[in-house]
């Protein structure tokens, strides 16, 4: 069940279905976005796509000596930019493959259109997802809910999302949801619906078990997002911010040009690919190796050139070295980065409290580190307001509860209306199901488990 995978293999079935030539790759926004994360430009480059267009662009120049794949999600927006292309084709000829499953009327739309006949192929291939890494996806999407409901397109987008994941993986799964959620409920629903209406796409070979879908809902854990992350990946998303695999350094202090920008991807990266799930301790020590195996392998300032063999040994080593070079730049830069964070924002002192919050049951204890970070002048206002956070979940009914005072010392710090509505949003939903001692303790897990899957429908 590897995502990557199954995305990589649709995109070289597009490019190697066209034949030999030279051609230009035709993407939306959010196919571009698909693509980007798991092929990079130079191995696709060696797949004969030389350009790199748009649909919706405007600009584009007629070049017949093209051939096109058209990579696109099947929306009415990317239909109509379609039908207008095939009206006064750009190209030679189009290969046209769609992200998830496309109406009949919109292929008849398309038939009409292509009054020249330049379409040679048309074809659902269902990588309708952002393949983060092997074993994770992302939709990208933000604002999903009103309150505790779906909004509508929200709703269609991750359900389209699912059952593009499902078919990408050749899984027809039993579907089994939060009966306690009704976000949940619904993508359920709308997730079987699917299956049912195109059962004909989801009929593959029966296994022994069934493949599970399991649906949760993320605000019955209203802890863990609150705490701040300590293994590699988890701290770039948190601290620095990962988009598509890519980080953005220009705000770093003293930042050379060709790091401003720079990109994590297991798939291409083997120091990410065996660190990211390692905590921060664990990096620093594999960054210190990582520097050391580089000046061991590092060419001497004075090495000589004497003979043929030794310019070729030279030539045959330099692009691993080069390799290695960006590699060893890139992630001392990330982590030194990171480092600088930590610091800055004493960051370990805030974990500790927040450990302390999630895990003890001390209030005057609490409290007391709560209020002393608080007065921290080098406390960043996202900490201060997920402290507050985490002690409201747990101490909101404690008979010495002193939110109101914390909220107090948050308007006193000058930290938005917005973060302080974020702070009641979280009491009032969070709250409902996260109470003092039902929190869970580590030593409850088993009991807990039982106890979910029994919620389960």
């Known amino acids: 069940m590897n995502v990557t ?72 927006e990317n239909v109509e ?197 390692l905590n921060f301790g664990e990096i620093g020590t594999n960054i210190k190796n990582l520097m050391e195996d580089f000046q061991r392998k590092r060419p001497k300032g004075q090495q000589k050139l004497e003979s043929i063999s030794d310019m070729k040994a030279f030539v045959d080593n330099y692009p691993q070295f080069k390799k290695m070079s960006g590699t060893v730049s890139k992630h001392v830069t990330v982590v030194g980065e990171l480092s600088r964070l930590v610091s800055e924002r004493q960051l370990m002192e805030v974990s500790e409290v927040e450990q302390e919050l999630a895990c003890q049951n001390d209030h005057s204890s609490a409290q007391q580190s709560v209020r002393r970070l608080l007065q921290n002048p080098r406390l960043s206002e996202l900490d201060a307001v997920r402290l507050v956070m985490l002690y409201a979940l747990r101490y909101e009914r404690h008979s010495s509860s002193i939110l109101p005072s914390l909220m107090d010392e948050l308007s006193r710090r000058g930290v938005s209306e917005r973060h302080r509505r974020m702070v009641q949003s979280v009491v009032e939903y969070g709250g409902k199901r996260v109470r003092g001692s039902d929190l869970i303790a580590p030593t409850d897990a088993v009991a807990i488990t039982k106890q979910f899957f029994k919620g389960l429908k």
């Open 5 to 76: 995978l199954a995305v990589k293999q649709y995109i070289s079935k597009m490019v190697e279905s066209s034949g030999p030539g030279m051609k230009v790759l035709l993407m939306d926004r959010e196919t571009t976005s698909i693509v980007s994360v798991v092929y990079t430009q130079s191995e696709i480059l060696q797949k004969e796509v030389y350009l790199f267009e748009r649909i919706d662009s405007q600009n584009r120049d007629s070049m017949k000596h093209l051939k096109a794949i058209c990579f696109l999600r099947p929306t009415k």
């Open 81 to 277: 930019h379609l039908i207008q292309e095939l009206r006064r084709p750009k190209y030679s000829v189009y290969f046209i493959y769609f992200s998830n499953v496309i109406s009949k009327s919109e292929i008849k739309a398309l038939a009409e259109a292509d009054e020249q006949e330049v379409v040679a192929e048309v074809q659902e291939f269902y990588g309708d997802f952002i393949a983060v890494n092997p074993h994770l996806f992302s939709l990208n999407l933000q604002g999903v809910a009103r309150g505790r409901s779906w909004e509508p397109s929200m709703l269609s987008r991750c359900t389209q999302g699912l059952t593009s994941v499902l078919l990408a993986l050749k899984k027809c799964p039993m579907i089994r949801y939060q009966l306690s959620s009704d976000m949940s409920k619904r993508l359920a629903e709308s997730v079987k619906q699917i299956i049912t209406k195109e059962y004909e796409l989801f009929d593959f070979r029966k296994t022994e078990v069934p493949p599970l879908l399991l649906i949760l809902d993320r605000s019955d854990d209203t802890i863990t997002p609150l705490l701040n992350q300590w293994t590699y990946q988890a701290m770039v998303h948190e601290l620095l911010g990962l988009n598509n695999n890519r980080i953005d350094l220009s705000r770093v202090p003293g930042i050379s040009k060709d790091l401003r920008e720079v990109v994590l991807s297991a798939e291409n990266d083997e120091f990410y690919a065996n660190n990211l799930y």
